[in-house]
Nanobody
Framework: QVQLVESGGGLVQAGGSLRLSCAGS????????LGWFRQAPGKEREFVAA????????GYADSVKGRFTISRDNAKNTVYLQMNSLKPEDTAVYYC????????????????WGQGTQVTVSS
């Protein structure tokens, strides 16, 4: 079992930045691929970014590529999402998730999920 707790969300103006954190506990954090997903009101949950267990490999949705950066610190059992140049369309609840078999885009691959943190970008 892995427990995930997100933090760092909030209200920011368009063009601003936020850094989300997701702290993990339970089984060995470094064994898991990690991902960030988001869900806006009335929309389905969508992939944002993912990182392999070692941090050597990352992937991003086209909508955030060049603006968001995913990273992890296995010594601190934490994964981060640095979000720059935020847009109103980035407004959503952001979730981190852990994948015991690898890493990637499908949400169905992920075994454990946090409760989410709200990000609101005003225009």
């Amino acid at each position: 079992q892995v427990q995930l707790v997100e933090s760092g969300g909030g209200l920011v103006q368009a063009g601003g930045s936020l850094r989300l954190s997701c702290a993990g506990s339970g089984r060995t954090f470094s064994n898991y691929g990690l991902g960030w997903f988001r869900q806006a009101p009335g929309k389905e949950r969508e992939f944002v970014a993912a990182i392999s267990w070692s941090g050597a490999n990352t992937g991003y949705a086209d909508s955030v590529k060049g603006r968001f950066t995913i990273s992890r610190d296995n010594a601190k059992n934490t994964v981060y999402l640095q979000m720059n140049s935020l847009k109103p369309e980035d407004t959503a609840v952001y979730y981190c998730a852990a994948d015991s078999t690898g890493w990637g885009t499908p949400s169905s691959w992920y075994d454990y999920w946090g409760q989410g943190t709200q990000v609101t970008v005003s225009s």
